[in-house]
């Protein structure tokens, strides 16, 4: 269990490798957050488009991230790669069948 009483930042939480674990970490503390858009969590999820895109708030970046799903293969748009932490990110939320009530 790691329920930690100190406020912990997200930089000292997830080291900045950009990498699918990170994502997956991040991922983790986003649904410990209940959704919530919180500058603690590293990664928040904005839109999910099942087997489509899957858009994200990078806190640490700063900025919306989306990554494109193409053929149940996720793909960032913003690292152009398969392997960065937003991948592994939407590879959970695709995971979990998270669906978006529009
Ligand atoms: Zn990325």
Not at 11 to 36: M, P, Q, Y
Request: charged share 20%.
């Amino acid at each position: 269990m790691r329920k930690s009483t100190q406020p912990v930042s997200s930089s000292t939480l997830v080291v900045r490798n950009n990498n699918v674990d990170e994502g997956v970490i991040a991922f983790g503390l986003w649904l410990n957050f209940e959704g919530k858009d919180s500058p603690a969590v590293p990664i928040t999820m904005k839109k999910f488009d099942q087997n489509r895109e899957v858009v994200l708030h990078d806190n640490v970046l700063q900025k919306d991230v989306s990554v494109g799903i193409v053929e149940g293969v996720p793909i960032c748009n913003e690292c152009r790669t398969n392997d960065c932490a937003h991948v592994g990110f939407a590879i959970c939320a695709e995971q979990m069948h998270f669906s978006s009530r529009a």
